[in-house]
Each structure stands twice: as C-alpha cells, then as structure tokens.
C-alpha cells in the first residue's frame, strides 16, 4: 500500500505564520479574526507534499470559544474552516484530500471529562457544517472509546469514511500502549472494525509510544483493510490531569525534521501507511516525511 502524507500541527503554525493567537480560543482565533492565515497553512502543507490537509475545526466548541459564540457562529465558523480546506485542495496541482477535524468536545487528554450527552450536540453541529468540504472524517484526539462511538454514529448519514484517531498514555514510553481512558489498543482496533473506520491512528501523544501500538494494532487488523496511521506531538508527556487550554506547551529541541522522520520509519517498519504530525509538527517535517519515506 502507498504512504499516505498527512498534515501537520495548525495552531503552532498558525502563531508562527504571525496570525492572531491566544488562549483559550487557540487556532480557532486565526478563523474568526484573519482566515487568510489558516488558507496559508494549508497552502504550506501542500506545498511541502501533504496528500490530506485537515480542516481547522478542533477549536470551533465551547471549550475553546464559549458557548454563546458556538451558538451564535459555530456553523458559520466551522463551514468557513471547511470552505478553506476544499479551496486549498481543489487548486493543488495534484489530489489532495480534505479531513474533516472532529475533537474532543471537553478538551484534549481529559477521558475523565467526557460528556456524550453534551458532546452530542456540539458535534452535530460541526457535521452539518463541515459536511459539503469535507472527503473523509477525521475524528481524532479520542481519549475514549464511547467517543469514537459517537461520531460514527452522527457521520453514518453523510455516507463519507471514517478514519478514528486515538491519543495515547505517554508518561511512560516503557509502558504497554493504551488509551488515555485506560482502554487497550486492540480494544480500539476492535471498535474500528466494528464502526466500520477505513484507517485507525494514533496521534497527539509523544513519538516514544507510537509504534508498539501500531504494532499491536497491525496484528490486530490483520487482513481487515483498515489502515494505520500516526501523527504524534512534539509535547513532553502530557499526564492525566492535563489542563489542554490552560497554556502552550513547550516544543522538544530533539524533534528536528530529521529526528521525527527519524520515529516516522519505524512506525512505517511497523505498519504504518498513513504518516503525518500533530501539535509542533510543521511543514518542514512534512517535506522530509514526503521526500525521505513517501
């Protein structure tokens, strides 16, 4: 099978491009005040060989914006990051694919937090509006299980595949990989070929965990069709009681170009074909994930 290129990180690229960025609104801040910023990044992954760009609709929830802007402008907002995307695609001299972000309504890492009920409605939203641009769902950062469980379950009258996106524990790279609810890797392949998802990733945790659990899931996969994928973080381990909006991160030195295709090839050694980057991953990755492994 190809390789497939993802994108990398939007917000971190974002701020870094000069667009207007703060918390807690994050990269949905660039949308609402200066969308010319987010066509840029997207245009920047293309250039530096990106096959999918995603759309810039993880911080479009309460959680980030408040929710009387998500009632008043979320679908507005979440079109427009859309609209974005699909414009950027179609003017590509070549195929490229539009993601539609679905993220975790309570915020990143927290499956403690998780509230189905509330989630429900803030993503419906987000499926409406992103529907028309969009060629196939992203929903990623699940913390959970029941969360993979919802999305497939509002994404099923859109006809459009599904790809699941799972973060992992990462304090401890020794450890078995396992979701950050504490559910197993084969458990989450398990939910994939259930819900009936054309690729299974792993992203937004540290590159250190990543190929066991590719490992785990090839094996449990095999000879189902359904892919696999990474796109890690450029984070120190986050832990359980993460704050995701409460500040920025800092960015590993290590995790040059170079050292992150360096993790690339081994989750690619592993089984991986589908290959991207996450929170401080930028186009320049991207451009070595695409010249050296794609």
């Known amino acids: 099978m190809s390789l497939v290129i993802l994108d990398g990180g939007t917000g971190r690229e974002l701020a870094r491009c000069g667009a207007p960025f703060?918390?807690?609104?994050w990269s949905a801040l660039a949308l609402i005040e200066a969308p010319e910023f987010v066509a840029q990044v997207h245009q920047r992954y293309v250039d530096a060989g990106a096959d999918v760009i995603t759309t810039n609709s993880y911080a479009v929830v309460p959680f980030h914006i408040g929710?009387?802007?998500?009632?008043?402008?979320?679908?507005?907002?979440?079109?427009?990051a859309g609209s974005l995307a699909r414009a950027v695609a179609d003017a590509a001299p070549r195929d490229v694919k539009v993601a539609g972000s679905l993220p975790p309504v309570s915020g990143s890492y927290?499956?403690?937090l998780i509230d189905l009920e509330r989630s429900r409605a803030v993503l419906a939203v987000l499926v409406a509006a992103l529907a028309p641009h969009v060629d196939h769902w992203q929903a990623e950062t699940l913390s959970a299980i029941a969360e993979a469980e919802l999305v497939a379950d509002l994404i099923a009258?859109?006809?459009?595949?599904?790809?699941?996106?799972?973060?992992?524990a990462d304090e401890d790279p020794a450890a078995a990989p396992q979701l950050r609810s504490g559910e197993s890797v084969e458990?989450?392949?398990?939910?994939?070929?259930?819900?009936?998802?054309?690729?299974?990733?792993?992203n937004c945790s540290q590159p250190e965990v990543m190929a066991a659990a590719v490992a785990q899931a090839k094996a449990a996969l095999a000879g189902s069709g359904v892919a696999i994928g990474v796109y890690a973080n450029a984070f120190p381990p986050q832990g359980a009681d993460a704050e995701a909006n409460n500040g920025l991160s800092p960015i590993r030195a290590d995790l040059t170009p170079q050292g992150y295709a360096a993790f690339a090839r081994a989750w690619a050694a592993e089984g991986a074909t589908i290959l991207g980057g996450c929170c401080g991953i930028g186009p320049e990755h991207i451009a070595v994930l695409r010249s050296e492994l794609g």
């Open 67 to 80: 929710q009387d802007r998500f009632d008043a402008h979320g679908a507005q907002w979440a079109a427009l």
């Open 22 to 25: 703060r918390q807690p609104e």
């Open 157 to 168: 009258p859109t006809g459009k595949p599904l790809w699941l996106s799972f973060t992992l």
């Open 187 to 202: 458990a989450a392949a398990a939910a994939a070929l259930r819900l009936g998802a054309q690729a299974l990733l792993f």
């Open 110 to 112: 927290r499956p403690d």
